[in-house]
C-alpha cells in the first residue's frame, strides 16, 4: 500500500458514521478510497445503504489533513499498516465482514499458517482460574499457537505472560491507539510483548480512549482466531461479548466450568448451557476439538490394537461410525443419545485406542 493508498483510506475510515462495512461496501463499489473520496455525489447515493448524511461528510477537507497528521505519526513511530486486501492482512480477519479496513500494528507478529487462539476471562480472575489458564498454556505450547488477548488485568495478562513464558507469540489487542498503553501498570511488559508479537488495533492516536472501545476491540480478539477460550466470566463482562462474537463468525468457542454459586463462573456455565461454547475441562480438549495434529516427528503413534476393550457407550459410537461411515460430533451424540461433552472425551479414548481417528470439520471415522 503506498502512501498515497495509506492517505485516503485513513481520511475514509476518519468520517463519522461510516464503519468498516460501509467503508468496504464503498471501496468495493468504486475500487479504491481515493476514487470514493473523488466520485460524484449522485453516483455514490447510488450505493445501497448510502444516504446523503454519509455522502454530505464524505466531502469535507478536513478528513485528509487528520490523516495527514496520523500518517506522521506512524511515520515517527514505526507502526506498520495492513490494508484488508493486502497479503499480510490477517487471514481469518479477512473473513470477518466488519473486520477494520486498516489495522496497526506494533512489534513483530508473523501470522502466515499459524494456529492462533484467543483467551479470554474476567479481570477479576481467581486463583483456580489462574492456575488453569497457565496450565493451558503450557499444555498447548507443543502445538506452537499464538496467543490472542486484551492486554487487560487478569486473565488477559495471565494469558499474554504464560505465553511468552513458553516461548509462544502472543498478541495483545489495544481499545486505543499505539501512542498509549492501559493498564499504564502494564507498561513494564510491552517490550517483552513486541519481542515476542506484539500489539494491534484499530484506533488512532488521536482517539479519545472511551470505555465503549473495548467492546469494539473485541471483535478483533475473536476474528483473529480460530477458536475463543473464556476462562472464567461472571454473568455479565466483555468476554462474553467476544464469545458472542466469535460464534457469529462461526469459530469455535470454549468455556470452563466452575461451580453454581462462584460468581466467576456464572458466564462460562450459561455459555455451555445455552450450547455457544464447548465444555473445556482438560487442556488437550482444545486440540482434540480443532482437529490439530502434531509434527510427524513428536506426534506419538497411535496403532489400532488387535483386541480392543470398549465400554457400552464406545461400542454404540463403534457401531453406529461403522454403519454411517463419517459423521460430525454432534450427530453422533444425538444419534447415540449421549451428552455432546461425554462424546468428546468418548471418541478421545478411542482415538488414543485406534478404533476411531478425527477429520478435519469435527468429522470422526472408524480407522
Keep these: 500500500m503506498t502512501e498515497t493508498d495509506l492517505l485516503y483510506n485513513l481520511a475514509l475510515q476518519h468520517v463519522p458514521n461510516i464503519g468498516d462495512i460501509i467503508a468496504k461496501r464503498l471501496i468495493h463499489h468504486c475500487g479504491s478510497a481515493e476514487i470514493v473520496l473523488k466520485e460524484k455525489k449522485q453516483n455514490l447515493l447510488k450505493i445501497d445503504g448510502i444516504g446523503s448524511v454519509i455522502v454530505g461528510e464524505l466531502f469535507k477537507s478536513y478528513h ?11 511515520n515517527n513511530n ?11 492482512y ?7 465482514i466488519d473486520g477494520p479496513i486498516l489495522l ?9 499458517k499459524q494456529r492462533i487462539i484467543s483467551i479470554v476471562g474476567s479481570r477479576k480472575i481467581t486463583t483456580s482460574g489462574m492456575a488453569f489458564c497457565e496450565d493451558l498454556v503450557e499444555k498447548l505450547a507443543i502445538y506452537n ?24 507469540q502472543t498478541i495483545g489487542c489495544l481499545a486505543h491507539g499505539l501512542n498509549q498503553i492501559y493498564p499504564k501498570v502494564h507498561k513494564k511488559y510491552m517490550v517483552t510483548m513486541e519481542r515476542n508479537g506484539g500489539f494491534f488495533t484499530d484506533f488512532w492516536s488521536s482517539d479519545t480512549f472511551d470505555k465503549n472501545n473495548f467492546l469494539k476491540r473485541n471483535r478483533i480478539i475473536a476474528g483473529l482466531s480460530e ?15 467476544t464469545a458472542d462474537i ?18 466467576q463462573s456464572s458466564g462460562c456455565n450459561n455459555l455451555i448451557k445455552y450450547q455457544k461454547a464447548h465444555m473445556l475441562t482438560n487442556p488437550f480438549d482444545v486440540p482434540y476439538m480443532l482437529n490439530w495434529q502434531l509434527e510427524e516427528a513428536i506426534k506419538p503413534t497411535v496403532q489400532k490394537q488387535l483386541f480392543v476393550e470398549l465400554d457400552d457407550s464406545e461400542k454404540s459410537i463403534y457401531n453406529y461410525l461403522k454403519e454411517n461411515n463419517k459423521q460430525q460430533l454432534d450427530v453422533i451424540a444425538i444419534e447415540c443419545q449421549i451428552p455432546i461433552f461425554k462424546v468428546a472425551s468418548l471418541l478421545l479414548n478411542m482415538e488414543l485406542k485406534g478404533v476411531v481417528r478425527p477429520l478435519p470439520g469435527k468429522l470422526f471415522e472408524v480407522v
Design 64 to 74: 485528509l489533513k487528520e490523516a495527514e497528521k496520523e500518517i506522521d505519526f506512524i
Design 78 to 88: 514505526n507502526i506498520q499498516v495492513s490494508y484488508f486486501k493486502d497479503e499480510e
Design 90 to 96: 490477517p487471514e481469518k480477519l479477512k473473513h470477518c
Design 104 to 112: 496497526f500494528q506494533a512489534g513483530a507478529i508473523h501470522l502466515k
Design 145 to 168: 499457537p499464538v496467543i490472542v488477548s486484551g492486554f487487560a488485568y487478569g486473565t488477559d495478562i495471565t494469558a499474554h505472560k504464560a505465553a511468552i513464558k513458553h516461548n509462544l
Design 227 to 241: 477458536a475463543t477460550i473464556v476462562i472464567e466470566s461472571a454473568e455479565k463482562g466483555g468476554s462474553l461479548v
Design 246 to 263: 466469535a460464534n457469529s463468525y462461526n469459530r469455535d468457542v470454549f468455556a470452563v466450568p466452575g461451580r453454581t454459586t462462584d460468581i
